[in-house]
Structures are given as C-alpha cells and as structure tokens.
C-alpha cells in the first residue's frame, strides 16, 4: 500500500509538471491570506513497530508481525496562518479510520491467530509548512510538526465473543515530516501531500486477559505508524 501511495502521488506531481507551460498564474491571492481555509480528504495505512517478548526456551512463546497493510481514510479541516513569505503554521483537526491484523506465530512458523485491531481516531494536528518559491501554478512544500491522536476505537475491556485480546491506549503523539505540491486552480488551490506520522508511546495494554494472556505476553512493546496520502482543498 505505501508502493501504491507513493506512485499515485509521483503520477499526479507529473502531471502536474506538464501542465506548468501556460503562464497564467490562478488564485494568486490565496498567498497574501493571512489566514484561509480549506478541507482535506485522504487515504491512510496503518502499521505497527513491534517488539516481541521471544523466550526461545520457552516452546509456548509466539511471534507477532503485521504482516499485510490495510487501507484506511481520514477527513479534516484545514486553518492555514500565514506566518512568513514561504513559512505557514497550519492545524488540521479531524477524523481517520483504519484497521491492523497482528499475526502470531508459533515457534516453528506455524501460524497461531490473527487479531484485528480497528482504530477510529480524533486527530490534532499542528504543523509548520516551508514553501518553495512558486513556478507558475504550481509550488512544493514540506511539512512537519506533531498530532496528538485519540483512540475511539480502543477497548476497555477485551471481548471474549469476538476473540479480542489485545487493546490499545486511548492517546498517544506523533511526530509527523511529509511533502507535497500545491496547485494553483482558478478559483482554489489543489494540494497532493504523502506523509509519515509516527508514535512516540508504546501503546500496547500490558495487563493480559485472563482467558488467552499469550497474546498480550508475546509482546513487549508496540508504536504506531501511519502513512498518509491526503488532498487539501483551500
């Protein structure tokens, strides 16, 4: 999926160096805005860094990996302050839905279970945007910053009926780095941004469930990473 994303956004950037022969310039206000708004809509993967608890002297012992990634979607409003010529503080406060399967492994490679592991977060992100000088109607950009991110989905009791035994901490913050291109449409700018965004916490609920501690023991650690492909609209 990160493949994916990534050949999207190089197809689109393309494109739009193609279409850079006309010289008329659109929207050249939006630059001068103080401040403007706008929305975002967007695709997300979500993965996990994990550390397993590996015993090898103990045969009970399992390994955990994500071994496959789903795709998610995020939406989100976007309040952009002009702070320099090329400098912007942007925060963009929304939601996004995902979902990650641990597999557990035992010893000999022999697949043991899979636990799905949904999240629906409320996100706060802040971020500064450094802009390059502009060619034509179209202007790259990198961004950086934190998002603290709030867990809906997170369980306060593991489910047995469903076969859950792993839960996640509620918040957690993360750093954020990405860059992007904006477009300069006639009447709105058009923004195509790929972005990382990483965990600072381990997030795994280490107290285990009673029925089936094994899935919780097998790891001692878990952060969470989230790649983001978004499209601003401002």
Known sequence: MKRVLLIIFISV??????????????YQKVDTKTIHFGFTIGLNTMDFYVRNNNVPENSDTLFTNVNQLLPGFNVSAVSNLRLMKYLDLRFLPGLSFGQRDLYYYKPGGELYAKQKIESAFIELPVLLKYKAKRVNNFRPYFVA???????????????????????????????????????????????????????????????????HPEYVNALRRLRSQIWVLSFHFE
Request: hydrophobic share 35%; proline share 4%.
């Open 13 to 26: 950037t393309a494109l739009s160096l193609q279409a850079q022969k006309q010289k008329v310039k659109y």
């Open 145 to 211: 910053g934190v998002n603290y991110r709030m867990d809906m989905a997170s369980r306060r009791k593991y489910n047995p009926e469903k076969a859950i035994y792993v839960r996640l901490k509620q918040g957690d913050i993360y750093h954020e780095e990405g860059f992007g291109i904006d477009f300069y449409l006639p009447y709105f700018k058009f923004s195509a941004e790929l972005k990382v965004s990483t965990g600072f916490r381990n997030i795994l609920v280490t107290d285990p469930a009673s029925e």
